[in-house]
């Protein structure tokens, strides 16, 4: 579309530190089950299920990524460019390399299932919720005014100061 689109991202699908995923000339849609490696650019594109979108590589606006394929780090995907199911590309600009073998294609669920779960080992971080009182131990002996006293000093001079 003219105006531009949204930007559609499926399930157990990860993007990594550093990406840049826009939707100026259409809609971008991220299938389920993708990885998008750091600091990747995908831009008004389809990835499709399964894939993995190696560290900088760029999907520029009307390309495909058909399922279980691979674009390298680094690659640049063309405009309007068409990654068939089940292939490797490489370069910049990125071209076919080969066909993924059936042991790859399995490491493409693996690798999305992996981050998964390290997604879901880390969902508790974020309930630490504002300051963290610390004990009173860790104030012994301390008190504010002595504290204040201490930042309010006049600076030593350094002896190598003249």
């Not at 840049?20 to 650019?41: E, F, L, M, P």
């Not at 990125?94 to 490491?107: F, N, P």
């Not at 998964?116 to 880390?122: D, E, G, I, P, R």
Request: contains cysteine; proline residues 2%.
């Amino acid at each position: 579309s003219a105006g531009g689109g949204g930007i559609f991202i499926g399930e157990n699908t990860n993007i990594q530190d550093g990406c840049i995923v826009t939707s100026r000339d259409d809609h971008t849609k991220i299938g389920n089950g993708v990885t998008v490696g750091h600091c990747a650019q995908i831009h008004s594109a389809i990835v499709e299920d399964n894939c993995l979108i190696g560290m900088g590589a760029i999907l520029n606006a009307g390309s495909t990524v058909e399922s279980l394929s691979f674009v390298a780090a680094g690659a640049v995907i063309r405009r309007n460019e068409v990654v068939r199911s089940g292939e490797l590309w490489v370069g910049n600009p990125a071209r076919k390399l080969r066909d993924l073998t059936e042991k790859e294609k399995k490491q493409l669920h693996f690798q999305a299932d992996e981050y998964v779960k390290l997604a879901s080992s880390q969902s508790g971080v974020m309930d630490l919720g504002g300051n963290i009182q610390l004990p009173d131990s860790a104030n012994a002996g301390v008190s504010i005014a002595e504290s204040d006293s201490e930042s309010d000093a006049a600076p030593s001079k350094d002896k190598n100061q003249q």
